[in-house]
């Protein structure tokens, strides 16, 4: 991992999450959101502190955090790239599209770049098909987008 | 109670409201197929498999979990429903490894009876199909991926049963997954091994870790004198695997096919239970009298005493340093019978035969020897007994009884009882009653600690105090009473504890029995019957009167609980932290299991 995330502020901010709602009902998927932005990723030692503190066995934790895209077992990138290739994007030309940025940043789909700066997630339909094809930067949204688009866009991040 | 009248297959049925579809419909005679239903564990209707039609609702309905209602209209079998039940199973196989040939569950496993019953003949769809690998890691639990149908049960049984939680489903939609947390291997989880996932998976995605050839190997070694020993509830339910009814006992037949088999003696566990008694009953005395750490709880599950390291380690000086039963037959005939019998004991392999798997991670643990002797080498399940029955082409049905060798082949009553929850309290009782009274008491059967309720309790007064005993089952209700004594809201001296809900007739090395089979009978009452009854016609019922058990500590222990039996007898235990690995050493672990393939 590229940097420590594993530190004891880290861990006592999730401790504060935990406390705030132990008690509550449904507590994990609130406590999981918090940690997903806390550490930037649930590794095991942020599940099993999870686990242990809400009674919640670990399998059932990770069963969760599997299930849902937004939860991620790895560090992301500082910067989330996210391509849509719902139907509406792919007809409209997504892959050459997630295909040039892999090259650019030399990543694959799925994955993080080797110094962490970039993570390059293939998402399914994010609900803006009258800009398709369409990709995210962390909040950015980039609409209507041509192959030849995407050095300019790029720009700015490398 | 409240009835409701309803038509099902142009049939009336009066059924008493509450009922399920698929209840009803078993009062006259029809039993809608079930895949994923296990009755009162794993209720979720999500398999799709017990459709049936109702008049006027939109779709078909899962009977398993559809309540009747007054007036209801049902169809259990038209052509709809068998083309949709069909459909289902069709889809189920399709992404299911279907080498039944050379299959752990080959002929008992639910999967394919139903592909039978539904007149399956071909699998239309075919596609990709998910790459898993086996994990065979641990000594006790291989699981297979391949062949899972995540039905759910070995889900529902590990968390709400058992109130474990090892497995659950992970990842979503084609590549969902029952499997531990981080896809672990199960060795790297904190499992206790109790196998009841086995017992309750439909199919053969889980098993237990086969060790038949190394036992063929040691019979067939003229150098190896083979000593083989059975636990009391491994005869309540063999003849299951022979075709007999559930309950019925075997005692006999199983003796006499273990002597065919080639083993050079056939000895009981009971005697060892007996034993467990001598060393147990004083610990309890001992620890009563000279203000001990109370309550004492009994060690004999291995399941349990994983549970109690992994999640109550503060137990762990509660745990009586008692061996578990069968670890002091290994320990007795290492020793005593080595030396009675002159032979080397490291020329004595001990195989024991268990209706457990944790045993089998038990026999491994490397404090569990004397004098760099392991007490026993190989563990067989129940199930692995009758592969060896049927491998040697033995007719179970046509043999005659035969009687254990006498060397250690001799016990009582309170050992056979051993095997059912409540056994090991009861068997303690009538030991440690006659002890603090002096006595040889009459009335020696004690009701309270009988049954299948998860917690029992009673109060005994034995030589004029009053001991507070309970009997715990399953490790969700141990669970419960740990934490009321941590609470300070009970308070007793002496526990039992089973790792398995029922004890041992029902441990997960036991044959498998069908859900569909379970929704009409409990094989945690009908197994202990067949103890309770063998119990009755022993003519000696009480552990300390089991003239080889006297002899043994006349002729070598000299007493319960003395030094001798302490090195031989006893052992330690100690606090285990679940999931003790890192991140990174866990990737390493995933890479390494991925290349562990499944030596079977």
Redesign the interface.
Known sequence: ?AKDIFTEENFQKLQNVINEYKGKQGPLMPVLHEGQKIFGCL???V??KISESLK????????VV??YSQFS?EPQGDYVIGVCLGTACYVKNAQPIIDKISKMIDTKAGETSQDGKFTLVATRCIGACGLAPVMTINEEVYGRLKVEDVPGIMEKYL | MEKVTLTIDNLKVEVPKGYTILEAAKTIGTDIPTLCFLKDTNEVGACRVCLVEIEGARALQASCVHPVAEGMVIKTNTKKLRDARKATVELILSNHNRECLTCFRNKNCELQSLAEELNISEIPFEGEKIETIVDAKSDSIVRDASKCILCGRCVNVCKDVQKIGILDFTNRGYHTEVSPAFNMSMDESPCIYCGQCITNCPVAALREKEDIERVWDAIEDPEVHVVVQTAPAVRAALGEEFGLPIGTRVTGKMVASLKRLGFDRVFDTNFAADLTIMEEGHELLHRIQEGGTLPMITSCSPGWVRFAEFYYPEFIPNLSSCKSPHQMMGAIVKSYYAEKANIDPKKIFMVSIMPCTSKKTEAARPELGVDGLKDVDAVLTTRELAKMIKQARIEFMKLEDAEFDPALGEYTGAGVIFGATGGVMEAAIRTVADVLEGKDLQEIEYASVRGIEGIKEAEVTLGGNTIKIAVVHGTAMAAKVLDMIKAGEKEYHFIEIMGCSGGCVTGGGQPHVPARVKMDCDIRIERAKALYEEDTVKEYRKSHQNPLIKKLYDEYLEKPNSHKAHKLLHTHYEAREAYAVKSQEMIEGCQQAAATKDHE
């Open positions: 991992m590794p095991l030692e599940q099993k919640v066995p670990l399998s059932e934790i990770y069963g599997t299930f077992l």
